[in-house]
């Protein structure tokens, strides 16, 4: 899981801006939820990303992308309930990926 800072630097670097507030919306609950991969449920996904776009607009959608793809190494779940079965290892995976210790990784392919 990527921190704070990361995401910011990470922002700075793709949007020239840090939207530290985006992360710290996205992240909001984190503590609330007992600092575990939980929080994810309520806002890292699809449905969290059209929430910020119709908040602050389209930039800032493109700060949450930025934040979930890196939480969840490269890909945006669709909901909350998604999200819920990856955390419990019963998603069906994208193409191309695979779940190891709890986090969906790319699937490298020997020829």
């Known amino acids: 899981m990527a921190s704070y800072k990361e995401h910011c630097e ?10 530290s507030f985006i992360h710290i919306w996205l992240d909001e609950f984190f503590v609330k939820m007992g600092c575990n991969e939980k929080h994810r449920d309520i806002r890292h996904h699809l449905k969290g990303i059209q929430e910020v776009r119709k908040m602050w607009g389209d930039e800032a959608s493109k700060a949450a992308e930025i934040h979930i793809i890196k939480d969840f190494n490269g890909w945006i779940p669709k909901d909350e309930i998604e999200v819920q079965k990856w955390r419990m290892g019963v998603i069906e995976v994208p193409l191309g990926y695979k779940i190891e210790d709890g986090k969906l990784v790319k699937e490298i392919v020997n020829e």
């Open 10 to 19: 990470d922002c700075q670097k793709q949007l020239g801006k840090d939207w």
